[in-house]
């Protein structure tokens, strides 16, 4: 079988992680739409993420956030996005590059993506800014009023149905 220099599996990260940027900007246009709330887990150490110390050493590898009823400030822009949340009745600024996620939940439709942290690092994300009516390149930036909670990892589990179907990828590379 030929060796697939077009990465497949890396183009198909890329597009999924546009599902997870689209379905933010629409929650900072709109707010969340009936009962939608997100569980969004996401690598901590990786390059760009932005948690506190007290966070981090809480959650030094990776951590689960959700977007549901007190979040504010969330703001998306095109290699990341962030968030204000609170915890421990701390608020939190978190800024989470879209190349960090991991996994994408929502459990109100059974909606689940589940991904490979850093898959956009060979420049399959360096085309993704939006074009502006003059051919000019810009981030996209957006804010939302609005509040959302934030739950550890094991409180995300334990949320989650048994009978979730997470799309991964791996089924679908070379081994």
């Known amino acids: 079988m030929p060796e697939d220099l077009m990465r497949y599996d890396v183009l198909a990260q890329h597009a999924l992680r546009s599902v997870v940027k689209l379905a933010l900007q629409r929650v900072v246009r709109d707010g969340l739409p009936g009962e939608h709330h997100f569980f969004i887990s996401f690598d901590t150490n ?5 948690v506190s110390n007290r966070l981090k050493a809480k959650y030094p590898d990776d951590m689960t956030i959700v977007l549901q009823h007190q979040f504010s400030d969330l703001n998306v822009f095109d290699k990341h996005f962030e968030v204000q949340l609170s915890f421990d009745n701390i608020s939190e600024r978190l800024v989470v590059p879209f190349a960090s996620i991991k996994g994408f939940f929502d459990p109100t439709v059974q909606f689940g993506l589940q991904f490979e942290p850093g898959a956009l690092d060979d420049g399959a994300d360096s085309d993704t800014a939006d074009i502006d009516s003059a051919g000019n390149a ?7 009023p609005n509040p959302c909670s934030a739950n550890d990892q094991a409180g995300a589990a334990k949320a989650s149905n048994d009978d979730t179907t997470v799309v991964s990828l791996d089924a679908f590379r070379k081994k």
Do not use: K, W
């Open 46 to 50: 990786f390059p760009g993420a932005s």
């Open 138 to 144: 810009q981030e996209t930036v957006a804010a939302v």
